[in-house]
Structures are given as C-alpha cells and as structure tokens.
C-alpha cells in the first residue's frame, strides 16, 4: 500500500506540474456535475463520499451499453455472471459482493434508479438510454439507500422531460452482426404538462458458435422496451411525474463454456469424445475454443421487465419540500442451460437395456442433462422465476442557510414465485447398480415485507466546517413456501432426452413440503465532518455502518432448519479529500478506508455435485484507496484517470475444499481455512484511463471528435471455494471510438471499436463435476468487435 500511495502523489504532482505548463493555452474549465448522492442537488465536489458522477457525454463517448459495461469505466466497479440467470448476476464494489449464482441472496450493491431502489440490479436496461448521470457511490450507503448496500450503491438518474421540444434517432450496426435502433422525443403537451417518449429495437447473432446445427449459436439478443416519462405541474408548488417502463428480451443465454476435463470419475476423455462428437481430437479443439459450445441443448434467457413511478413533489414552503415516490415493478425470466454442456443424449435408452458400460448417443459420459420430464413442474426443464413488489417512499426535505435535513420512511412488499428442475441421467453412481435419473424439481412461494426509518442531518458549524449525521432503522420479515420432490429412479424409459419416470420402484422418492417465516431488524447510519481547506478544497472523515437484511435459500438444499440467512454488517471508516486545481481545469478526489464485515450473503457449491447453497461468509476486512481525476489538458482535450488499489481478505471463514485439493494444500477434513484469502471478484488493483478529444474543422460544416480508453485489472478469483484453476488472468481492454459531428449539432456519425487489441478474459468462471467439468461464462466484450452508429437530433 505505501508503493501505492507514492505512486499516486508522483502521478498527482506530475499531473499538476503538467498542467500548471498547459494552464496559459486553455480558456475553458471543467464543467459542474451535480449529484443527489444525499437526496439533495450538490456539485460532486463538495459531497463528502467517495463517489464517481459518469455524465451522459461520458456514457455516450465510451459507448455505455450494459450495467455490465460499467467495469470498464469505473476503477471501483466489478461484475460476474451466475449459472441462474440474469437474477443471479453479481455487482462488487470495495471487494464487496454477494458472490451469488443462485437467486435469494441480496446484493451487496444497492442500484436506485430515478429514486426507486431496485430488488435485483439486472432490472435496469441502459438500452432505454436517456441516462443524465450514473454516481458510482462506494462504501455503506444505509442511511439514505437503505439496505443492500455495504459495498456500495449506483444511483441511476434519467432525464425527464422538459419544455423544449427535442428528438432524435440513432441507428449502429456491429460486424458481429448487432443492428440497434434507439428514438427519442420530448417537449410540452400543453402549458402545464410535458412529455417524454424514448424506445429501442435490438437484434443481434449469437457471438459463441454452437457445432449442433439443431440449436443454432449462442449468446444472441433481441430486445424490444420503451419509457414514457409525464410531468404535471399542478400548480406553482406541486408536481408529479409519472414514469412508465416495459423491456422485452429474449437472448440465447450463457452457455456454459467448458474449458477443463471432469476430475470426479475416471475416463475424462469421454469429454473430449463427446465434444468432438466422437473424435477427441475435436473435441479438443471444442474445448480450447472459448466462443465455441457443442450442446444439443437449447440455451436461453428470455425476460420482461415492468415498471411504474409515481413522483410527487410538493414545496411546501420556502424550507420545507414534501417527496412521495411510489413505484410498482414486475419481472419475470424463464431460463434453461445444458448442463452437461455436450451433445451427449439419451436416445432411446431404458432400465432393461441401459447399464454401465452403454454408451451409444452417451459417448461415456458420466452424465447427461435431460429436457424434460413428466414430473417437471415447468412442463420441460429449467428456471423460472417472477417477482413483484411495490415500494413507497415519502421523505421530508429541509432546507436552510446552514442546516439541511432528509427525514422519512420507506415500505417495501416484495413477492417472488420460481420453479426449478434440473433431471440428470447417471452412468452409474455406486453402490447403485444400474444408471439412474435424478432431480430435484421445486417450487417457491416467497414473500418479504420491508419498513424503514430514517433522518439525516447536515449542519454548516461555520464558514468552513460541515457535520454530517444519519441513521435508519429496517425492519423485514419473510415467508418461504417450499415444495421439492427428490428422486433416484432406477426405472424410466427416454427418446430423445425426453424421459417418463417410474417412481415406484425409485431408489429415492422424498417430498418436502414446509412454510418457514423469517425476521430480521437492525440500524444503518453515518458520523463525519467536512472541512473547507480552501475555496476550491476540502476533506472530509466519516464513519457509516451498512445492512443487509433477511437472505433466503430457496435452492434445492432448502430444509426447515436453513430456509433464512443471517444479515449482513458492515462498519466503514473513510478519509477523503476533493480539490479543483488551476482555475477548474482539473479536479482530484480521493479516499482512503478501513471496513470490516460480518456475514456477507453468498452462494458455495457443493463438491461433488451440481448442488448449490447460499452461505454467510464469517468476516471479511477490506481497506484501500480509490483515486479519481479529470484534467482539460487544452481546450479540446480533457484526460481522466480512475484508479482503485483494493486490499481485502476473509478473516474468519471456513469452506468447503475444491474439488481435488489436498491435505498439503490446506484441505482438512474436507474444509479449507480461507482466512487471509482474497473473496472472488476482487482484484488488487484497477484503474481506468480515457482521452476525449474535439478537433474543429474551421473550413467544414462539421467537427471531429475522438476517445479512447483502457481498463486494466490484476488477477482474482472467480470462485467461492478459491480453486487455482478458477481464477481469472490480469487482463487490459482498450476501446476506441471516432466521428464527426455537425457544428449545430444535428447529426453525428461514428465508428467504435470495443476490445481492439482482443484481449480474452471471463466474467466468472465455475466447475460443476461430476457431469459438467470446468466452465468459464465468455461474454461478447471478450474479443474485439467494431461498429457504424449515426444519430440524428431535430
């Protein structure tokens, strides 16, 4: 850490000198960002968090397309991808994450967007666009964005509508065969009413390659959303805004992207003969290929999202406001892998002629996934989940000279109802003799209601120091409703991977059916001072405590006696400091912190099996510095530099080995001590680098414009269990992008280019022996793509 925080001051005053040299060539200053990362307008200097403001220019310079897209803007921002989903999808920060694949657990990040606080980030669509600014906020955010959010949280504001009229159109092309088409149009409705409308069309190939014909390539998208957005000014004092959302999406999902032999049973090369459709040699080829899968399983991930805002604001006098936000959100996905990732099938196999040693449309392989069964509650195999939940805000707002206070309360009535099965046929699993078919199909029924409370206080002591103080109170409470069949059938009769199942003569034939309710209540809050070094400087220090309330295992391993996890605790100290150097034409900010947590919600798989079970995960300690910087190096070149430096490890916490670990490499009793670990999705060092650059063309109707940026990180794990041959390689991506835009700023052409150098790396990586062997998730950002977009403004 020392070499660190060395290299960061030479960087600072390098910078500085430097643009002391180039103060005397520029005119212009960097623009005010203004942020609501305390539910009130503040320029983003003088808030005192460690928080990044990503503007709209910034998200449409560096090509924002996904939530995911944000790990290679923000130093302090992490993403993975679970085996459930998109409801299984990751958000780190600080080190911090709910290191899930599985559904139940809360994020560890909490995502608002427009006010509302999001049960699951991955409701967000950025395809919707019209984003004003993101704020990467890190650290414990509990007094004023509730739960969810020891790591940190994303506030995610959209514009609104306003008077003026505007439109316009924007259409981009990929050579990965992406045709996109986005539209937009505001103005006044009448005098008191005004109106905004944006939709978006996607369609795009599949960018992993499927050798079975039948299923096509994997990986695709095509998406259909719109917003509206209404605002009424009722009077002079009051208004409402009325937002709606609809997102339709169907992709050809994640498949899973095998890169490593199954180890659980003799024989791995039956992998290589099944990829290869019978030919190892090929098969080899299949598996050094990340963009290439031989499933004859369909994969997919299609959902819909919903949403409806209902915004009031009522200025009540000159101090005091009244803000109601009420919002209903609906979602639902259905969601299927091949398991098995390979074109192994049943055939046409039963109990009087299937035994060990058949091998057929199989290829030896030790397990196959199957589509379905007659006792499937889905009626074919997979996941599907739905969830609905209603929210209601209502905060009082004051504000004076010298004191400003938000105070309110917030509900929350959060219903989701899933159903899972996942049929495996086995070889042969001693001691039983013959090849079975087994599965865990479930349904859920899970409800949780939320209330809060909450103030925080600001108070300007004198011209120069600032005291700020904030605490909510949360209170949750659960009911899971939880019905599983479990069986090992010996007796059952496929065609085409489609099996109808005996159960009388089933070795195992269980049937679990309980209620189970849950509680859990806890406080959040932050203490600190800000002091104004100078006009154009402060620092500030802060101690803020974060919850996650009630996690649920709603997973197969569901029993009575582990329905509920136990909340997490996060307790956060932070130094900081934020500077506007050479008359504005550069800014520095930067934090320094300390944070312990106890029981963060995550997910273990199970050795040995395709099993899953959420998990809280003892105490982790993570301390770092996080530096952001922008410089307008001349009038037309504005540079930014975003670094993160994160030391974290657990402290207390005890896992079960990864598949193959030894005693010499720690495994015990078949447990591994992780303390002094690193969690997954953590990496020591990031940072991010980016140069904006206009370029007027005095003799044309028209401007250049250019960027280019670069993210690197440092290795991490990738895996709970930290399993060696999981952990994802330092990697660097650079994107590129240029254009010409028309001096009235009507029309813009451009061409971008993401991952030009095609620099290969995985969002997360799992094993899942003894049927699927090592699988990687390879997202299309892992190999250089480019692309023609043009936008036209009435």
């Not at 659980?264 to 290439?292: C, E, H, I, M, S």
């Not at 039963?350 to 091998?359: F, H």
Request: glycine letters at 8%; one cysteine or more; aromatic letters at 10%.
């Amino acid at each position: 850490m020392r070499k660190t925080i060395l290299a960061l001051c030479i960087a600072g005053v390098s910078a500085t000198a430097a643009a002391q040299e180039a103060q005397r060539v520029r005119s212009n200053t960097i623009e005010e960002v203004i942020v609501t990362a305390q539910k009130r307008a503040q320029s983003v200097s003088e808030v005192p968090l460690s928080i990044q403001a990503l503007t709209s220019d910034k998200l449409e310079s560096e090509r924002f397309e996904s939530l995911a897209d944000l790990k290679l803007i923000s130093p302090s921002f992490t993403f993975s991808n679970g085996t459930a989903g998109n409801f299984s999808n990751s958000i780190s920060m600080r080190g911090l994450g709910s290191f899930s694949t599985e559904g139940g657990v809360q994020p560890s990040v909490s995502t608002v967007v427009d006010g509302v606080a999001l049960a699951r980030s991955t409701e967000f669509s950025s395809d919707l666009g019209d984003i004003e600014r993101i704020e990467v906020i890190a650290g414990p955010q509990g007094t004023l964005f509730g739960r969810n959010s020891i790591g940190g949280a994303l506030n995610i504001v959209r514009k609104g509508p306003s008077e003026e009229f505007a439109a316009e159109i924007e259409v981009a092309a990929t050579d990965d065969n992406e045709l996109s088409t986005k539209a937009m149009i505001n103005g006044a409705l009448s005098d008191r009413v005004q109106g905004r409308l944006n939709v978006f069309f996607k369609d795009r190939d599949g960018h992993i390659k499927n050798l079975d014909a039948r299923q096509g390539d994997a990986g695709g998208e095509e998406s259909r959303g719109l917003m509206v957005k209404l605002n009424f000014d009722l009077s002079d004092n009051l208004s409402v805004l009325l937002s709606g959302d609809f997102v339709d999406t169907k992709t050809g999902g994640n498949p899973l992207v095998t890169f490593g032999l199954d180890t659980l049973y003799p024989g791995a090369q039956a992998r290589l003969v099944a990829l290869g459709n019978g030919d190892a040699a090929k098969g080899q080829q299949v598996l050094d290929d990340p963009f290439t899968v031989n499933a004859n399983t369909e994969h997919f991930l299609d959902y819909t999202q919903k949403g409806l805002v209902a915004d009031v604001t009522w200025q009540l006098n000159e101090e005091w406001t009244l803000k109601s936000i009420s919002a209903l959100r609906l979602s639902d996905q259905t969601f299927n892998q091949d398991i098995d990732s390979s074109p192994a099938s049943m055939g046409n196999l039963d109990s009087t002629t299937a035994t060990a040693l058949v091998g057929g449309s199989t290829f030896g392989m030790f397990g196959v996934y199957l589509d379905g069964t007659n006792l499937s509650p889905l009626g074919d195999s997979g996941i599907l989940n739905e969830l609905e939940y209603f929210t209601q805000e209502l905060r009082f707002e004051y504000q004076a000279s010298d004191l400003s206070v938000v105070t309110g309360l917030y509900l929350q009535d959060y219903q989701e109802d899933g159903k899972t099965d996942v049929p495996l046929w086995i070889r042969g699993a001693p001691p039983l003799p013959t090849p079975i078919i087994q599965s865990d199909p479930y349904t859920n029924d899970y409800s949780q209601q939320s209330w809060a409370v909450f103030s925080d206080v600001t108070w300007d002591l004198n011209d120069v120091v600032q005291l700020f103080a904030g605490v909510r109170w949360t209170d949750e409470e659960a009911t899971l409703k939880h019905q599983q069949l479990s069986y090992v059938a010996r007796d059952f009769s496929c065609t085409n991977n489609v099996c109808d199942i005996d159960l009388t003569t089933a070795y195992v034939n269980n049937t679990i059916d309980f209620t189970s309710d849950g509680h859990s209540a806890d406080w959040s809050g932050r203490v600190g001072a800000k002091w104004d070094v100078s006009e154009d400087s402060n620092v500030y220090a802060s101690y803020s405590r974060g919850f996650i309330g009630i996690g649920v295992n709603y997973t197969r391993s569901s029993t009575p006696t582990n329905t509920y996890l136990d909340p997490s605790i996060a307790d956060s100290f932070e130094i900081g400091f934020k500077s506007d150097l050479l008359d504005r034409t550069a800014q520095v900010h930067g934090a320094i912190y300390y944070m312990e947590v106890d029981d963060i919600q995550s997910t273990k798989r199970i050795p040995g099996s395709t099993l899953t079970a959420p998990v809280n995960v003892g105490k982790i300690r993570s301390q770092g510095i996080e530096l952001n910087t922008s410089w307008l190096a001349t009038d037309l070149l504005m540079l930014t530099l975003g670094v993160a430096y994160t030391d974290v490890e657990f402290q207390e916490f005890d896992m079960d080995c990864y598949v193959g670990q030894t005693v010499a490499q720690g495994c015990v009793n078949g447990e591994q001590d992780l303390s002094g670990e690193r969690p997954p999705q953590a990496p020591e060092l990031k940072y991010t680098l980016s140069a904006n650059y206009d370029q007027p063309l005095a003799d044309l109707p028209f401007n250049a414009f250019g960027n280019v940026s670069y993210v690197w990180q440092s290795e991490t794990a990738t895996d709970l269990a930290r399993d060696p041959r999981l952990e994802q390689d330092e990697y660097g991506l650079l994107n590129v992008s240029m254009g010409i835009r028309d001096k009235q700023e009507r029309y813009e052409i451009s061409i971008f280019g993401k991952n030009v150098t095609d620099e290969y790396y995985a969002l997360s990586k799992g094993q899942a022996d003894p049927v699927g062997g090592y699988f990687q998730f390879t997202s299309r950002g892992a190999q250089a793509y480019w692309g023609l977009a043009a936008k036209y403004s009435f």
